[in-house]
């Protein structure tokens, strides 16, 4: 008994706009980079689907470079929402526009 490709997309789907939604309605920094990873997570799900579906390696290779790519965006935007915390006591992205020049 296999699941259908569709259940995979709308899984993908759901995940991918759970993701968009937190990035356009959250100002905190934190539920930022949580929210980029559910959307890398959501294309991580299309390409292993589409891999399962063809019968190649080629989505899962690529899904791994996706995973190494958002444990590289996680350790950056930790430094980030370090550097907000301590100068702003806050993580709210709206306060850095006055860190410009």
Excluded at 37 to 60: C, H, K, P, R, S
């Amino acid at each position: 008994m296999t699941v259908p490709l569709e259940w995979y997309l709308l899984l993908s789907a759901a995940v991918f706009c759970i993701g968009l939604f937190g990035i356009l309605t959250r100002r905190n920094a934190l539920h930022f980079i949580i929210s980029v990873e559910l959307m890398l997570n959501a294309a991580n799900i299309n390409l292993v689907a589409f891999a399962l579906l063809y019968g190649d390696l080629t989505g899962q290779v690529f899904a791994l470079f996706v995973i190494a790519l958002a444990a590289a965006e996680v350790a950056i935007g930790v430094g980030i929402i370090l550097v907000l915390n301590r100068n702003f006591n806050d993580i709210d992205v709206t306060e850095a526009v006055t860190m410009r020049w």
